[in-house]
Protein backbone atom coordinates (compact mmCIF):
# COMPACT_ATOMS: atom_id res chain seq x y z
CA UNK A 1 0.00 0.00 0.00
CA UNK A 2 1.27 3.15 -1.22
CA UNK A 3 2.04 5.81 2.04
CA UNK A 4 0.05 9.03 1.20
CA UNK A 5 2.73 11.39 2.86
CA UNK A 6 5.83 13.43 1.77
CA UNK A 7 8.73 11.92 0.41
CA UNK A 8 11.44 12.64 2.99
CA UNK A 9 13.56 10.57 5.34
CA UNK A 10 13.67 10.44 9.09
CA UNK A 11 17.11 10.41 10.93
CA UNK A 12 16.75 6.68 11.77
CA UNK A 13 16.02 6.29 7.48
CA UNK A 14 19.22 8.11 7.25
CA UNK A 15 21.65 6.49 10.01
CA UNK A 16 19.79 2.63 8.33
CA UNK A 17 20.87 3.39 4.83
CA UNK A 18 24.16 4.85 5.68
CA UNK A 19 25.04 1.01 7.35
CA UNK A 20 24.02 -0.87 4.72
CA UNK A 21 25.61 1.46 2.45
CA UNK A 22 28.72 0.60 4.58
CA UNK A 23 28.39 -2.94 4.72
CA UNK A 24 26.99 -4.03 1.02
CA UNK A 25 24.94 -1.97 -0.54
CA UNK A 26 26.52 -0.56 -3.71
CA UNK A 27 26.25 3.23 -4.78
CA UNK A 28 26.39 3.50 -8.75
CA UNK A 29 26.33 6.78 -11.14
CA UNK A 30 25.86 6.07 -15.22
CA UNK A 31 26.39 9.21 -17.29
CA UNK A 32 25.24 8.72 -21.17
CA UNK A 33 24.99 11.42 -24.19
CA UNK A 34 22.71 11.08 -27.25
CA UNK A 35 24.39 12.95 -30.25
CA UNK A 36 20.72 13.96 -31.38
CA UNK A 37 17.45 12.64 -32.06
CA UNK A 38 15.10 13.63 -35.32
CA UNK A 39 12.04 15.65 -34.45
CA UNK A 40 8.79 13.93 -33.84
CA UNK A 41 10.70 10.57 -32.73
CA UNK A 42 12.48 9.28 -29.68
CA UNK A 43 15.78 7.67 -28.69
CA UNK A 44 17.24 6.02 -25.65
CA UNK A 45 19.86 8.35 -23.97
CA UNK A 46 20.58 6.52 -21.14
CA UNK A 47 20.75 2.47 -20.78
CA UNK A 48 22.08 0.65 -17.35
CA UNK A 49 22.14 -3.28 -17.63
CA UNK A 50 21.66 -4.73 -14.05
CA UNK A 51 24.81 -6.82 -13.35
CA UNK A 52 23.88 -10.62 -12.30
CA UNK A 53 23.34 -11.56 -8.66
CA UNK A 54 22.10 -7.87 -7.93
CA UNK A 55 18.86 -5.35 -8.03
CA UNK A 56 18.76 -2.21 -9.38
CA UNK A 57 17.01 0.87 -7.29
CA UNK A 58 16.66 3.95 -9.26
CA UNK A 59 17.47 6.77 -6.49
CA UNK A 60 17.38 10.22 -9.04
CA UNK A 61 17.63 10.92 -13.16
CA UNK A 62 18.99 13.95 -14.56
CA UNK A 63 18.86 15.78 -17.89
CA UNK A 64 21.11 18.21 -19.64
CA UNK A 65 18.84 19.15 -22.56
CA UNK A 66 20.10 20.02 -26.11
CA UNK A 67 20.90 23.83 -26.21
CA UNK A 68 21.29 25.74 -29.91
CA UNK A 69 22.62 28.98 -28.78
CA UNK A 70 22.72 30.33 -32.32
CA UNK A 71 18.67 30.54 -32.80
CA UNK A 72 18.15 29.87 -29.07
CA UNK A 73 16.49 26.46 -29.59
CA UNK A 74 16.21 23.32 -27.66
CA UNK A 75 14.50 20.19 -29.73
CA UNK A 76 13.97 17.20 -26.80
CA UNK A 77 10.49 17.74 -25.25
CA UNK A 78 10.13 15.18 -22.61
CA UNK A 79 11.45 11.71 -21.08
CA UNK A 80 10.04 8.48 -19.90
CA UNK A 81 11.28 5.03 -18.49
CA UNK A 82 10.96 1.47 -19.36
CA UNK A 83 12.26 -1.82 -18.76
CA UNK A 84 14.50 -2.45 -22.34
CA UNK A 85 14.36 -5.82 -21.88
CA UNK A 86 10.29 -6.53 -22.10
CA UNK A 87 9.49 -3.25 -23.82
CA UNK A 88 7.63 -2.31 -20.70
CA UNK A 89 6.87 1.49 -20.45
CA UNK A 90 6.46 2.87 -17.07
CA UNK A 91 2.93 4.29 -17.03
CA UNK A 92 1.93 7.92 -16.48
CA UNK A 93 5.84 9.06 -15.93
CA UNK A 94 6.70 11.30 -18.44
CA UNK A 95 9.04 14.54 -17.20
CA UNK A 96 9.14 17.78 -19.31
CA UNK A 97 12.86 18.21 -20.05
CA UNK A 98 13.24 20.97 -22.51
CA UNK A 99 15.83 23.51 -21.91
CA UNK A 100 13.42 26.04 -20.79
CA UNK A 101 11.35 23.78 -18.68
CA UNK A 102 13.61 20.72 -17.61
CA UNK A 103 11.87 19.33 -14.25
CA UNK A 104 14.91 16.60 -14.38
CA UNK A 105 17.71 18.85 -13.70
CA UNK A 106 21.33 16.88 -13.96
CA UNK A 107 22.05 18.53 -10.37
CA UNK A 108 25.18 20.36 -11.65
CA UNK A 109 26.26 23.99 -11.47
CA UNK A 110 24.78 24.45 -15.49
CA UNK A 111 21.55 23.17 -13.92
CA UNK A 112 21.50 25.27 -10.94
CA UNK A 113 18.78 22.90 -8.91
CA UNK A 114 19.57 19.32 -7.47
CA UNK A 115 18.59 16.93 -9.09
CA UNK A 116 15.35 14.92 -8.27
CA UNK A 117 15.21 12.59 -5.89
CA UNK A 118 12.39 9.95 -6.64
CA UNK A 119 12.31 9.00 -2.95
CA UNK A 120 14.18 7.59 0.25
CA UNK A 121 16.26 4.65 -1.23
CA UNK A 122 16.49 1.25 0.91
CA UNK A 123 13.14 2.14 2.46
CA UNK A 124 10.38 -0.61 2.32
CA UNK A 125 7.58 0.92 0.80
CA UNK A 126 9.01 3.88 -1.36
CA UNK A 127 8.22 4.37 -4.70
CA UNK A 128 11.92 4.62 -6.20
CA UNK A 129 12.14 2.51 -9.94
CA UNK A 130 13.31 -1.06 -9.59
CA UNK A 131 14.67 -3.53 -11.56
CA UNK A 132 16.17 -7.24 -11.03
CA UNK A 133 19.15 -8.72 -12.46
CA UNK A 134 20.16 -8.51 -16.25
CA UNK A 135 16.80 -6.16 -16.67
CA UNK A 136 17.97 -2.76 -18.59
CA UNK A 137 16.64 0.09 -17.17
CA UNK A 138 15.96 3.08 -19.90
CA UNK A 139 15.47 6.68 -20.00
CA UNK A 140 13.42 7.58 -23.70
CA UNK A 141 14.07 11.15 -24.70
CA UNK A 142 11.23 12.92 -26.89
CA UNK A 143 11.78 15.44 -29.43
CA UNK A 144 9.28 17.55 -30.63
CA UNK A 145 8.21 19.45 -33.69
CA UNK A 146 12.45 20.14 -34.26
CA UNK A 147 15.27 18.16 -34.27
CA UNK A 148 17.03 17.64 -30.43
CA UNK A 149 21.06 17.82 -30.47
CA UNK A 150 23.36 16.45 -27.81
CA UNK A 151 21.54 14.80 -24.77
CA UNK A 152 23.21 14.00 -21.65
CA UNK A 153 21.83 11.97 -18.79
CA UNK A 154 22.64 10.59 -15.64
CA UNK A 155 21.42 8.44 -12.88
CA UNK A 156 22.29 7.27 -9.24
CA UNK A 157 20.80 4.20 -7.92
CA UNK A 158 21.97 1.28 -5.57
CA UNK A 159 22.90 -2.17 -6.35
CA UNK A 160 21.58 -4.59 -3.82
CA UNK A 161 22.42 -8.33 -3.08
CA UNK A 162 19.67 -11.10 -2.54
CA UNK A 163 20.34 -10.85 1.04
CA UNK A 164 19.63 -7.56 0.80
CA UNK A 165 16.31 -7.29 -0.74
CA UNK A 166 15.24 -9.84 1.65
CA UNK A 167 16.59 -8.21 4.60
CA UNK A 168 14.87 -4.88 3.83
CA UNK A 169 12.90 -5.29 1.28
CA UNK A 170 11.24 -8.98 2.42
CA UNK A 171 11.51 -10.50 -1.39
CA UNK A 172 13.81 -11.96 -3.25
CA UNK A 173 15.56 -10.33 -6.21
CA UNK A 174 13.57 -11.80 -9.23
CA UNK A 175 10.24 -10.42 -7.01
CA UNK A 176 12.16 -6.93 -6.28
CA UNK A 177 10.12 -5.35 -9.68
CA UNK A 178 7.23 -6.40 -8.20
CA UNK A 179 7.27 -3.97 -5.52
CA UNK A 180 5.79 -0.45 -5.20
CA UNK A 181 7.82 1.66 -7.86
CA UNK A 182 8.58 -1.46 -9.58
CA UNK A 183 7.82 -1.59 -13.87
CA UNK A 184 6.55 -5.03 -12.52
CA UNK A 185 4.16 -3.83 -9.83
CA UNK A 186 0.49 -4.82 -10.89
CA UNK A 187 -1.30 -2.55 -8.32
CA UNK A 188 0.10 0.51 -10.30
CA UNK A 189 1.97 1.85 -7.11
CA UNK A 190 4.33 4.48 -8.67
CA UNK A 191 5.28 8.01 -8.81
CA UNK A 192 2.82 10.19 -11.11
CA UNK A 193 4.34 12.53 -13.62
CA UNK A 194 1.77 13.76 -16.30
CA UNK A 195 2.68 16.90 -19.01
CA UNK A 196 0.18 19.26 -19.63
CA UNK A 197 0.32 21.87 -22.61
CA UNK A 198 -2.54 24.52 -24.21
CA UNK A 199 -3.59 22.86 -27.61
CA UNK A 200 -4.92 25.99 -28.64
CA UNK A 201 -4.30 29.35 -28.30
CA UNK A 202 -6.59 31.43 -25.22
CA UNK A 203 -9.01 33.52 -26.03
CA UNK A 204 -7.61 36.84 -25.13
CA UNK A 205 -10.29 37.76 -22.55
CA UNK A 206 -8.69 38.07 -19.51
CA UNK A 207 -10.76 35.23 -17.59
CA UNK A 208 -10.65 31.48 -16.70
CA UNK A 209 -10.82 28.62 -19.43
CA UNK A 210 -9.74 25.34 -19.94
CA UNK A 211 -6.32 24.75 -21.19
CA UNK A 212 -6.72 20.98 -20.69
CA UNK A 213 -8.09 18.19 -19.32
CA UNK A 214 -6.96 14.85 -16.99
CA UNK A 215 -9.42 11.50 -16.67
CA UNK A 216 -9.23 9.70 -13.39
CA UNK A 217 -10.92 6.28 -14.04
CA UNK A 218 -12.14 4.67 -11.12
CA UNK A 219 -9.89 2.67 -10.71
CA UNK A 220 -6.75 4.61 -9.84
CA UNK A 221 -6.43 7.53 -7.21
CA UNK A 222 -3.90 10.02 -7.56
CA UNK A 223 -2.34 12.40 -5.08
CA UNK A 224 -0.74 15.28 -6.13
CA UNK A 225 2.73 16.36 -4.54
CA UNK A 226 3.79 19.17 -7.17
CA UNK A 227 2.67 21.37 -9.60
CA UNK A 228 5.12 23.45 -11.70
CA UNK A 229 4.20 26.05 -14.82
CA UNK A 230 6.71 26.81 -17.25
CA UNK A 231 4.84 30.73 -17.56
CA UNK A 232 4.27 33.21 -20.74
CA UNK A 233 4.19 36.69 -21.31
CA UNK A 234 0.38 36.75 -21.33
CA UNK A 235 -0.19 34.31 -18.12
CA UNK A 236 -1.75 35.37 -15.11
CA UNK A 237 -3.28 32.76 -13.01
CA UNK A 238 -4.55 29.47 -12.63
CA UNK A 239 -6.05 27.07 -10.60
CA UNK A 240 -7.10 22.96 -10.96
CA UNK A 241 -10.60 21.78 -10.90
CA UNK A 242 -13.02 18.76 -9.64
CA UNK A 243 -15.43 18.40 -12.48
CA UNK A 244 -16.95 16.09 -9.91
CA UNK A 245 -17.35 17.89 -6.34
CA UNK A 246 -16.62 21.17 -7.88
CA UNK A 247 -13.87 21.98 -5.82
CA UNK A 248 -11.39 24.13 -6.87
CA UNK A 249 -7.90 24.50 -5.63
CA UNK A 250 -6.88 27.28 -4.92
CA UNK A 251 -10.56 28.77 -4.12
CA UNK A 252 -10.26 32.19 -4.18
CA UNK A 253 -9.04 34.95 -6.41
CA UNK A 254 -5.81 35.68 -6.80
CA UNK A 255 -5.66 31.67 -7.28
CA UNK A 256 -2.23 30.85 -8.40
CA UNK A 257 0.29 33.53 -10.08
CA UNK A 258 1.74 32.52 -13.14
CA UNK A 259 3.25 35.61 -14.58
CA UNK A 260 6.07 35.43 -16.82
CA UNK A 261 8.09 37.49 -13.98
CA UNK A 262 5.98 36.40 -10.98
CA UNK A 263 5.50 33.07 -10.95
CA UNK A 264 4.42 31.29 -7.86
CA UNK A 265 4.70 27.76 -9.24
CA UNK A 266 8.41 27.04 -10.44
CA UNK A 267 9.00 24.47 -13.09
CA UNK A 268 11.94 23.57 -10.95
CA UNK A 269 14.36 24.68 -13.92
CA UNK A 270 17.75 26.48 -13.99
CA UNK A 271 16.08 29.37 -15.16
CA UNK A 272 13.55 29.34 -12.02
CA UNK A 273 16.66 29.34 -10.39
CA UNK A 274 14.07 27.79 -7.32
CA UNK A 275 13.44 24.22 -6.73
CA UNK A 276 9.43 23.11 -7.30
CA UNK A 277 7.22 23.32 -4.51
CA UNK A 278 5.41 20.47 -2.76
CA UNK A 279 1.94 21.54 -2.56
CA UNK A 280 -0.25 22.59 0.56
CA UNK A 281 -1.05 19.70 2.54
CA UNK A 282 -4.98 20.15 1.97
CA UNK A 283 -4.26 20.03 -2.07
CA UNK A 284 -1.55 16.82 -1.47
CA UNK A 285 -4.46 15.08 0.80
CA UNK A 286 -6.98 15.14 -2.02
CA UNK A 287 -7.64 11.96 -3.95
CA UNK A 288 -8.52 12.28 -7.63
CA UNK A 289 -10.31 9.85 -8.64
CA UNK A 290 -13.16 9.01 -11.00
CA UNK A 291 -13.40 12.20 -12.13
CA UNK A 292 -11.64 14.68 -14.60
CA UNK A 293 -9.30 17.35 -13.49
CA UNK A 294 -9.73 20.83 -15.25
CA UNK A 295 -6.75 22.84 -15.59
CA UNK A 296 -7.82 26.46 -15.99
CA UNK A 297 -5.80 29.85 -16.96
CA UNK A 298 -6.78 33.20 -17.16
CA UNK A 299 -5.15 35.30 -19.99
CA UNK A 300 -3.47 38.77 -18.90
CA UNK A 301 -6.21 40.10 -21.95
CA UNK A 302 -3.53 38.81 -25.04
CA UNK A 303 -3.84 35.31 -26.06
CA UNK A 304 -1.66 32.57 -25.11
CA UNK A 305 -0.23 30.71 -28.20
CA UNK A 306 -1.22 27.38 -28.55
CA UNK A 307 1.68 25.59 -26.77
CA UNK A 308 2.57 28.51 -25.38
CA UNK A 309 2.10 27.15 -21.25
CA UNK A 310 4.18 23.99 -19.93
CA UNK A 311 2.45 22.08 -16.79
CA UNK A 312 4.03 19.70 -15.00
CA UNK A 313 1.88 18.06 -12.11
CA UNK A 314 3.87 15.17 -9.96
CA UNK A 315 2.40 13.01 -7.15
CA UNK A 316 1.77 9.30 -6.73
CA UNK A 317 -0.89 6.71 -8.34
CA UNK A 318 -2.27 3.17 -7.00
CA UNK A 319 -4.62 1.04 -8.44
CA UNK A 320 -7.80 0.66 -6.11
CA UNK A 321 -10.44 -1.30 -5.71
Given at each position: ??????????????????R??????R????????????????????????P?????????????P?F?P??????????????????????????????????L?????????????????????????K????????????????????????????L?E????????????????????????????????K??????????????????T?????????????I????????????????????????????????????????G????????????????A????????????K???????????????????????
Amino acid sequence: MVRYKRLSATEEDVKRVLRLISERVRYVEDYETESSISANSSAVILEYEVPSGYALEVVAVGVVPDFDPTDQSSGLEYVYFKEGTSGKVIPNMEFYANWFYNTLPFGDQGSRQPIRRFDTPLTKGNLTLKFSEKEKFQVVGVAGSSAAGLVKCRMIGFLLEEADVQSVYGVSIGDFPKLPGGHANENNEFLYAKRVTNSSATSGAGKFEDIGTIEFPDWLSVRLTHIGVKPHAYSANMKIYDEKTKIEFPDRDPYWLIYEYANTLPMGSHLDRHPMQPLPAVIGAYEWRNTTMHIQVKDTGSAIPAGGLKIQLLGVQRRVG
